[in-house]
């Protein structure tokens, strides 16, 4: 339905989906290439993201709950 109302997406749509979504759509994929090239473009999108993040040195990971929770709680007093 969007590409009848709004045409083809750009070359450069920041949506993951959506222009692998309107190749499936055109008849140039298939459903299993489909399925492959998500997990692929959001492989590459996650891995642009831990590089960005990796970049920013006021970022506290945590990897319980609790401990970013109590980190939380400390800096709000």
């Given at each position: 339905a969007l590409m009848t109302k709004y045409g083809e997406p750009p070359a450069k749509l920041d949506?993951?989906?959506?222009?692998?979504v309107a190749r499936l759509i055109n008849n140039e994929i298939d459903l299993v290439t489909t399925k492959e090239l998500f997990v692929q473009a959001h492989w590459k999108y996650a891995r642009r993201q831990k590089s960005w993040f990796k970049r920013n040195k006021n970022i506290?990971?945590?990897k319980e709950v609790n401990t970013a929770f109590e980190y939380i709680l400390n800096e709000m007093q």
């Open positions: 949506a993951i989906g959506y222009p692998i506290v990971w945590f």
